[in-house]
Nanobody, 124 residues
Framework: VQLVESGGGLVQAGGSLRLSCAAS????????MGWFRQAPGKEREFVAR????????YYADSVKGRFTISRDNAKSTVYLQMNSLKPEDTAVYYC??????????????????WGQGTQVAVSS
């Protein structure tokens, strides 16, 4: 399984970015996809996840109402639309997916495959 993130960059507070994660190596539409982030000196934390069909989503409280996770199963890609960005959103963002199909997890321990990460920096 390979996951490749893109779309990170530098943006001013209040701005927007859309991250993408292209997956390959197995049947994309059978697996939950998640986004995590890790700021310097901090633990990697859960941001959002979307079920295999796209019918269910879940967000960390810190991003609820500002970030939207979505997926395109035909393109084997998951997205994270980030609006109203804040300096505290600055982190490396990772997409991840579990090893088990048709299973959803909201914690890091449920995810077995990870991308290399993409840097998001929000200036004040």
């Amino acid at each position: 399984v390979q996951l490749v993130e893109s779309g990170g960059g530098l943006v001013q507070a209040g701005g927007s970015l859309r991250l993408s994660c292209a997956a390959s190596g197995r049947t994309f539409s059978s697996y939950t996809m998640g986004w995590f982030r890790q700021a310097p000196g901090k633990e990697r934390e859960f941001v959002a996840r979307i079920s295999w069909s796209g019918g269910s989503t879940y967000y960390a409280d810190s991003v609820k109402g500002r970030f939207t996770i979505s997926r395109d199963n035909a393109k084997s890609t998951v997205y994270l639309q980030m609006n109203s960005l804040k300096p505290e959103d600055t982190a490396v963002y990772y997409c991840a997916t579990p090893g088990r199909p048709y299973s959803s997890y909201n914690t890091r321990s449920g995810y077995d495959y990870w991308g290399q990460g993409t840097q998001v920096a929000v200036s004040s």
